[in-house]
């Protein structure tokens, strides 16, 4: 039995809030305490209460900063690491002239392991313990993905990309080789240790008819996996789409015709919708993913999310890295508070870190894991510092509130900001740093 006590300045939410004065949906306290065991939070609350239940616990003391619960990117490209940042172009040109070339060098499992490395290292420093990921075709990359989240004990989905046209040679399967390979992959990973498969049929384009009807038959043979593709990111994008499948009433029948929508599909982007289209999601459960960095990166356009919001649904947020430009959810936040200003929309500070943290928990359906910092939880939690530079020092000695020093953060913030990331209860920042990362 290991017991670690965390001390610091606590914050979590029990549900969202409503608006910035409902103090009902979370907790706040000064001087709190996070008694870890065995990677599970085992109690939480006023530091001198929890400290007097476990008084054998060696303590770590990290006042004045902020303990949350880590947080969560819902759509994230782990072959893109190296694409981040590549000038230019919108998504169509952007993915033949950079992202393909780039995801085909993870046929290699060297480069595949060398990359995963490096990616969960940036994941860590941007404080973020879960991710929900994209691999490339390749089973090799999948493996390298899931081995790494293994060795570090992270919570990870992510599965292949199902892609069969519209690619270039050494990154396509077929409709047989997709399927298969996919199997065997939930069959190695799904459920083992924190590990979660994706069924990753790209987007529309890079998938043939057929290949739609495996992915179809690989979500109802594997209904405890999640799904994830890309919907209405471009306007470019959906004309070639509605050519490809002249039947579909819309860009989402293609999935929906196939099966493909439930409360466990995520829909990256979905920027440009139909009337139909929003009920079907309201209807399914499905989620859409707000990616505001990659969104302005590309031009693709602007998420509308009070409109979806409006319908009931729940949406994600995430970096789509990369597309995205930043790994940090703080500056995610930054970029999706300007996304809403521009239609109206407010998104303020509480609701925002409820968004990165129990929101987009409870989008995977896995609130009850991660996401807060409740007691039988897994301890994965960020410690954040909102004087973590200069100019954010400077402006912090006028806030006078939690809400002030949050939306600091959010506008402000980055991998600076992150003090420390626990994952299932072990310090992550400088331990298990890569070699290799170090070196790239
Ligand atoms: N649509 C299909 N693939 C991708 C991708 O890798 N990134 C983005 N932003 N959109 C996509
Ligand atoms: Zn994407």
């Known amino acids: 039995m290991t017991q670690t006590l965390l001390r610091g300045r606590f914050l979590t939410f029990h549900r969202e809030p409503e608006n910035g004065d409902d103090t009902g949906a979370y907790t706040y306290i ?22 007097a239940q476990a008084p054998d616990a060696p303590v770590v ?11 969560i990117d819902t759509h994230i490209h782990f072959p893109q690491v190296q694409v981040i940042a590549s000038w230019g172009s919108q998504l169509l040109d952007w ?22 490395a490096a990616f969960y290292d940036q994941l860590i420093d941007h404080g973020t313990t879960t991710a929900v990921a994209y691999c490339s075709v390749h089973k090799t990359s999948v493996e390298a993905f899931f081995c790494e989240a293994s060795r570090r004990n992270m919570r990870m989905l992510g599965g292949k990309v199902l892609m069969d ?16 390979e996919t199997k065997a992959l939930i069959g190695d990973w799904h459920g083992k240790g924190r590990n979660g498969y994706v069924i990753t049929p790209r987007f529309a384009i890079t998938s043939t008819p057929e290949q739609m009807k495996m992915a179809q038959a690989l979500a109802a043979e594997h209904p405890e996996c999640h799904i994830q593709t890309h919907l209405s990111e471009n306007k470019d994008e959906i004309a070639f789409t509605r050519e490809l499948y002249p039947k579909a009433r819309d860009y989402l029948d293609v999935y929906q015709s196939n099966g493909l929508l439930s409360d466990k599909t995520l829909l990256g982007h979905s920027i440009h919708l139909e009337p139909r289209e929003i009920e079907a999601m309201a209807e399914t459960g499905a989620h859409p993913v707000f990616c505001p960095t990659s969104n302005f990166f590309l031009g693709s356009g602007l998420f509308d999310d009070a409109g979806l919001r409006s319908r009931g649904i729940a949406n994600g947020i995430a970096t789509d890295v990369g597309a995205g430009t930043s790994y940090s959810m703080l500056q995610t936040l930054n970029e999706g508070y300007k996304v809403l200003q521009l239609q109206g929309q ?17 989008v995977l359906g896995l609130e009850d894991q991660i996401g807060t910092l409740d007691a039988g939880t897994e301890a994965d939690i960020t410690i954040l510092n909102a004087c973590s530079t200069d100019a954010m020092a400077l402006r912090m000695e006028r806030a006078e509130t939690l809400a002030e020093e949050l939306f600091i953060l959010q506008m402000m913030g980055d991998d600076r900001a992150v003090e420390e990331v626990y994952v299932s209860g072990a310090p992550q920042k400088q331990a298990n740093r890569s070699v290799i990362a170090k070196v790239l």
């Open 61 to 71: 003391d990290h006042r004045p900063h902020l303990m949350m619960a880590g947080f």
């Open 165 to 180: 046209r519209n690619a270039p040679d050494g990154l396509r399967d077929t409709p047989q080789s997709g399927y298969d």
């Open 95 to 116: 993915l033949n002239n950079y992202t393909f070339p780039e995801e085909t060098r993870f046929a290699s499992e060297e480069h595949s392991a060398r990359m995963a």
């Open 30 to 51: 000064e001087d709190g305490g996070v008694l870890i065991r065995d990677g599970l939070i085992e109690r939480a609350g006023d530091f001198a209460d929890v400290a």
């Open 346 to 362: 407010s998104l303020h500070p509480l609701q925002a870190f409820h968004w990165i943290t129990r929101g987009n928990a409870c």
